[in-house]
């Protein structure tokens, strides 16, 4: 079983709709949760973190279960400039260290 | 400012050869990692360096794979007898020490073994 796992997608959806994702994650000492944003061909950046009370920035929103390990990224008003690959990331904390372990991507179309 | 940056962007080799691939992450951030990303993959994990050690390598693949960061700023991932299953963008990362928020990517370096 993958450590995070993802609906790849592509989810394919109209300008002004909502869409969700969600993501799992298998090891129950994870500490810090994230949605990263990659564009094609770019690199990942930090989208948003997730905590457990949930968070939302503008038109997004992130939610956390720590029970069901369950992590989701609610987006309001999808605009075409939401095209992306949208990575859940979760933190691991190792013996003196701690490292990123990322899903495969939920992969976002928005049309006009 | 600055963010991490990477050279080569592109790199392309024949199996069996040496190649060595560079990562400068912000000033000032202490821990730096080292991903590698296959295509409709997320990154994997390669290693983690604090400071000038190697604080995590478990993720190194096998011993054809080694990374150096002598003075804690600039590393180098270098990768020996490549192999054709080791193409893909190899990404590098910063983040200030002690933080478990956010890493900074950079480009990335796209390496292609023939």
Known sequence: RKEVEQDPGPFNVPEGATVAFNCTYSNSAS???????????KEPKLLMSVYSSGNEDGRFTAQLNRASQYISLLIRD?????????LCVVNIPMDSSYKLI???GTRLLVRP | GAGVSQT???KVTEKGKYVEL????????TALYWYRQSLGQGPEFLIY????????DSGLPNDRFFAVRPEGSV???KIQRTERGDSAVYLCASSPWGTYNEQFFGPGTRLTVL
Do not use: E, M
């Not at chain 2, 560079?22 to 951030?29: L, M």
């Not at chain 2, 360096?49 to 995590?56: H, L, P, R, Y």
């Open chain 1, 31 to 41: 500490q810090s949760f994230f949605w990263y944003r990659q564009d094609c061909r």
């Open chain 2, 75 to 77: 590393s180098t991932l």
């Open chain 1, 102 to 104: 990322f899903g495969s």
């Open chain 2, 8 to 10: 080569p962007s592109n």
């Open chain 2, 49 to 56: 360096f604090q400071g000038t050690g190697a604080a995590d």
């Open chain 1, 78 to 86: 999808s605009k075409l400039s939401d095209s992306a690959t949208y």
């Open chain 2, 22 to 29: 560079r990562c400068d992450p912000i000033s000032g951030h």
